[in-house]
């Protein structure tokens, strides 16, 4: 069974603190693929990263980056130097053969 | 990234009545279009799946006949929701996925609510 866990529901830093938000899977696929989307609160989702479980190179992308490990099955997301317009949910995705599988959230609040 | 775009973003309709949403990718043709639902604070649900010119597949647990999914074109899909009531209540997102990109695309989502 494919499954995204994240286990923190809610997280709350004041601007400029760094957060990490966690996601760990579940999967038998030996090719899969990885996402993270921005819910902000206006609801449409957005894309932020990609990746395939032959990749576990880490990703840096502006105050983003993503730390990959296969071997615990994370993967994990940090913003530095959070700004207030980066409060939203974060969801964490698996896409095995199929379908695509969603962890049920994170939401960030930066305080101003 | 490719685009997508659902409509409407809002709908009020009566109980009973029928609301039809729209999903369509505008710069790519769309192999596969997704229908999730998430319910406020909750993570999405996926409704089903849909592959251009043939039937959906829907998940376990959703109704096939209160939740009609068309897709006739590649750039288009369409959800209906047939005589619906206060617990369809919900934001319904789609996405689209090509055969050029490894993800999905996601709508703005819709958010419907049966007065």
């Known amino acids: 069974a494919q499954k995204v866990t994240q286990a923190q529901t809610e997280i709350s830093v004041v601007e400029k603190e760094d957060v990490t938000l966690d996601c760990v899977y579940e999967?038998?696929?030996?090719?899969?693929?990885l996402f993270w989307y921005k819910q902000p609160p206006s609801g449409e989702l957005v894309f932020l990263i990609r990746?395939?479980?032959?990749?576990?190179q880490n990703e840096i992308s502006g105050r983003y980056s993503w730390n990959f490990q296969k071997s615990t099955s994370s993967f994990n997301f940090t913003i530095t130097a959070s700004q207030v317009v980066d409060s939203a949910v974060y969801f964490c995705?698996?896409?095995?053969?199929?379908?695509?599988?969603f962890g049920t959230g994170t939401r960030l609040k930066v305080l101003a | 990234g490719a685009v997508v775009s659902q409509h409407p973003s809002r709908v009020i309709c009566k109980s009973g009545t029928s609301v039809k949403i729209e999903c369509r990718s505008l710069d790519f043709q769309a192999t596969t279009m997704f229908w999730y639902r998430q319910f406020p604070k909750q993570s999405l649900m996926l409704m089903a799946t849909s592959n251009e010119g043939s039937k959906a597949t829907y998940e376990q647990g959703v109704e096939k006949d209160k939740f009609l999914i068309n897709h006739a074109s590649l750039t288009l899909s369409t959800l209906t929701v047939t005589s619906a009531h206060p617990e369809d209540s919900s934001f319904y997102i789609c996405?689209?996925?090509?055969?050029?990109?490894?993800?999905?695309?996601f709508g703005q989502g819709t958010r419907l609510t049966v007065v």
């Open positions: 996405s689209a996925k090509g055969n050029l990109y490894t993800e999905a695309f």
């Open positions: 990746r395939n479980s032959f990749d576990e």
């Open positions: 999967t038998r696929d030996t090719t899969y693929y």
């Open positions: 995705a698996l896409k095995g053969t199929y379908k695509y599988i």
